[in-house]
C-alpha cells in the first residue's frame, strides 16, 4: 500500500494485485474515505488500542501497477518503522481495520452456514 500522493513511490510491483479493503468494487471507481468504516491504531507492544478513527482515508487500485494506494490525513506523523518511504504496509490493517472486521464476520458465517459436501463413494 502506497499514498496517492504525495509523496510517490516506485516500490509498487507490476504484478501485485490489491483488494480495495472497503468492498468489492471495481479497480477504477476509487473508494472515499466515508466509506471507511473506522482506523484502529494499535500500541504494538501493549496490544492496546491508541486511537480509532472514522472514516479516516479512502483507497484506490492503481489500474496499471495493481497496488492498493490512500492519502492519510496524518502521513507525516506516521511512523514508517522500516518501511521505505511512501510504502505503508504496516498498517494494511489499521487504516481499515472495522471494515476487515465485518468481512471476516460475514465469511465467517457464511461458512458456517454452509452444509459440508456430501462425501461420495
Partial sequence: M????PPSSSTACTRSG????TGPRPARHPADKELNK????FDDFAGTVEREVPSYAGATVNTETGALETTPPDYDR????????GVLHKFDYAFWYRNLQ???ALRVDRYLSTPPAEATD
Fill in 38 to 41: 473506522g482506523a484502529v491504531f
Fill in 102 to 104: 465485518d468481512n471476516v
Fill in 78 to 85: 506516521l511512523e514508517l518503522g522500516s518501511f521505505p518511504e
Fill in 2 to 5: 502506497r499514498p496517492a500522493s
Fill in 18 to 21: 490489491a483488494t480495495d479493503p
